[in-house]
């Protein structure tokens, strides 16, 4: 009888889903959970393709002798090195003291150094296969999505592509596995953010995996967080090309830092006026308040980005920092860019906004606005000229 984990002859999700987590990586909110996927392939072989976070191994444990009952498991495929995935290898070595481990060189020097395993291990190089029995297990090195050691396997016969972190998303699985089964209407944007977090820098390393990919017959994506995608494949494989080379949307962000509220009525006077020149989505983010990785997936999204700051302490206000900090970081893209910002006796905003625009390679598409002494209809104007730039670039 077919079990409730198979998703398809011999292939089994034994993954696990988090909601009690607050920060993925202490960093990154988890306002919907998230899931570490782990697969298992049953053949004349048993192979389990990735593993998943310590803190769920006995559930995991508990998973795969649902399916495999006393049988052994054979091969441990690791294409993933980050402990999210391989938390529970010492438990699973003690449980399976024959399991081989299958990764390249790279993963298994990391396996020495954070587990200090280093027997029964099986190094793979690009394009080498393993064979089940009925299956054939063959092994794409695609380094750097997002750490150096990273690989995908691909299942010959299902035509099933486990990617590792590529194409994963946040949020925990609800009761479905598989895309056809789940509401996907909120994982799009948490495949976004997840890339934006956590991938966004490595949007070259992506570009080689996808081309690398691009003539492999991919019916199943096995990701090692969310949906298993099946009836979206050629929509996920699309929104990476595009997340990976940085291609935003139509729409605009407006993300400002503001103590006493004079900065706040110049963002929203700014944004008035956008939508007066038919401008949407405008996204506005107060940075003291706003979500640091919802900030960053929207600015991923929008091909526009306006800021805002008060000067503070002859800088930016510290928020603006952080986040300028994070662009920059990851190398974000240019977006269409304008800046405003105040100041009560010496302004830096215009000098900062400069300063970014040098470092990253960006430019700004209007004149910085800087307000003096408080916010007044005096800089109704240069806010019209602004918005009218912005629109002019997203519409052209
Ligand atoms: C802690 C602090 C530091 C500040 N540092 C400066 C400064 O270095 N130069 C300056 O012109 N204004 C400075 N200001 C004044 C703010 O820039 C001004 O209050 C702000 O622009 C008002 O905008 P807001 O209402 O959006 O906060 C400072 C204000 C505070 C509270
Ligand atoms: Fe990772
Ligand atoms: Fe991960």
């Given at each position: 009888m077919k079990k409730i984990t198979e998703l398809a002859p011999g292939l089994h999700y034994v993954g696990a889903n988090d909601r009690?987590?607050?920060?993925?990586?202490?960093?990154?909110?988890l306002p919907y959970g998230v899931s570490y996927n782990s697969y298992l392939l049953v053949d004349e072989k048993v192979a389990l393709i990735d593993s998943i976070e310590a803190g769920f191994a006995d559930i995991y444990f508990d998973h795969i002798a649902g399916v495999l009952g006393d049988r052994p498991v054979d091969y441990l495929i690791v294409n993933h090195m980050e402990p999210d995935h391989s938390g529970s290898i010492t438990r699973l070595r003690e449980r399976y003291p024959d399991l081989k481990i299958v990764g390249n060189a790279k993963t298994l020097d990391m396996i020495g150094g954070y587990y200090g395993i280093r027997d029964n291990c099986l190094e793979v190089k690009e394009g080498d296969t393993l064979s089940l029995g009925g299956r054939t297990l063959r092994f794409h090195l695609t380094p750097?999505?997002?750490?150096?050691e990273t690989m995908m396997t691909y299942c010959v016969e299902l035509k099933?592509?486990?990617?590792?972190?590529?194409f994963g998303t946040f949020g925990a699985l609800n009761g479905g596995i598989v895309d056809s089964q789940l509401c996907l209407e909120g994982f799009w944007d948490e495949m976004r953010r997840y890339y934006a977090c956590i991938?966004?820098?490595?949007g070259k390393p992506v570009q080689m995996a996808l081309r690398k990919l691009a003539g492999v017959d991919i019916e199943w994506i096995c990701s090692t967080h969310g949906p298993v995608w099946h009836d979206r494949v050629a929509d996920v494989v699309a929104l990476y090309d595009k997340m990976s080379r940085h291609e935003g949307e139509y729409g605009v962000v407006i993300a400002y830092g503001s103590m006493y509220g004079h900065t706040a009525r110049v963002a929203e006077h700014i944004a008035r006026e956008l939508a007066e020149r038919g401008v949407k989505p405008i996204v506005m983010h107060n940075l003291s308040f706003a979500d640091p990785s919802m900030v960053l997936r929207d600015i991923h999204k929008y091909r526009a980005l306006i800021v805002g700051s008060p000067t503070y302490n002859g800088e930016l206000f510290p928020e603006m920092d952080a986040l300028l900090d994070r662009l920059s970081s990851r190398g974000v893209a240019p977006r269409i860019f304008a800046g405003f910002g105040g100041m009560?006796?010496?302004?830096a905003t215009p000098r900062r906004w400069a300063e970014f625009c040098e470092r990253s390679k960006w430019s700004l598409c209007a004149p910085a606005i800087e307000i003096r002494q408080g916010y007044s209809s005096v800089c109704h104007e240069a806010c019209a000229e602004l918005a009218r730039s912005i629109a002019d670039r997203l519409n052209g």
């Open positions: 009690t987590t607050q920060r993925f990586e202490a960093l990154w909110s750097m999505i997002h750490w150096p099933a592509l486990f990617s590792g972190d590529a991938v966004s820098k490595y009560t006796w010496a302004g």
